[in-house]
């Protein structure tokens, strides 16, 4: 199994909404990460973790906080966004915690804002 | 913030005919990984090429590096409409350890 499942597909709150992102992998790879990707844009790291600890917090505002259940899952809870935070948000994993190795990224989430 | 430009930012072509795209960034890095993106979708890991390396192929796929010039061109060969996509580079620097993407290169095939 090579693959990396987001879920909702879609997601549409309102700025006092309260919403999470999940994110699972089943490969035994050890680092997760989110990007932020607006249109046109590249991918932008928000959150990476390594060994269910986080590791990087590319400053992000803190209405994301991102969480690591388990070696298998990521969560990215949402509290309080802005029109602005809309956009496709995608989670990758890399092997045995290795960070320079390539990343298998999900579909991603496309998150709209109201 | 961004270490990879990429050139062209647009690019179409007829099916058949050969896409090549180039990337230069600015610090020393540890690889540089090339990733496609088809719209609105996630990205699919295409080919690494360590810092020690010149040049890698894989299936129509050819990549090269050139350190000194702290530059990397991607060549596909023999396109397809299939190979539609936005592809961007990424290099990983042990200085910063993470991923930083390019801007990216959109490729039009036309049928």
């Known amino acids: 199994d090579t693959e990396v499942t987001q879920t909702p597909k879609h997601l549409v709150m309102g700025m006092t909404n309260k919403k999470s992102l999940k994110c699972e992998q089943h490969m035994g790879h050890r680092a997760m990460y989110w990007y932020k990707q607006k249109a046109k844009k590249p991918p932008e790291l928000m959150f990476v973790y390594s060994y269910e600890k986080l590791s990087i917090n590319e400053s992000v505002p803190s209405r994301f906080s991102p969480e690591c259940p388990n070696s298998s899952l990521l969560n990215l809870h949402l509290h309080a966004l802005q029109p602005e935070d809309s956009a496709l948000y995608l989670c990758?994993?890399?092997?045995?915690?290795?960070?320079?190795?390539?990343?298998?990224f999900g579909p991603g989430t496309r998150l709209t804002v109201t | 913030s961004q270490q990879g430009e990429e050139d062209p930012q647009a690019l179409s072509i007829q099916e058949g005919e050969n896409a090549t795209m180039n990337c230069s960034y600015k610090t020393s890095i540890n690889n540089l990984q090339w990733y496609r993106q088809n719209s609105g979708r996630g990205l699919v890991h295409l080919i690494l090429?360590?810092?020690?390396?010149r040049e890698k192929h894989s299936g129509r796929l050819r990549v090269t590096l050139d350190t000194s010039k702290k530059s990397s061109s991607l060549l596909i060969t023999a396109s397809r409409a299939a190979d539609t996509a936005s592809y961007f580079c990424?290099?990983?620097?042990?200085?910063?350890?993470?991923?930083?993407f390019g801007s990216g290169t959109r490729l039009l095939v036309r049928p």
């Open positions: 990758a994993s890399s092997q045995e915690g290795q960070l320079s190795y390539e990343q298998y």
């Open positions: 990424a290099t990983w620097m042990d200085s910063s350890y993470k991923l930083i």
């Open positions: 090429i360590r810092s020690n390396e």
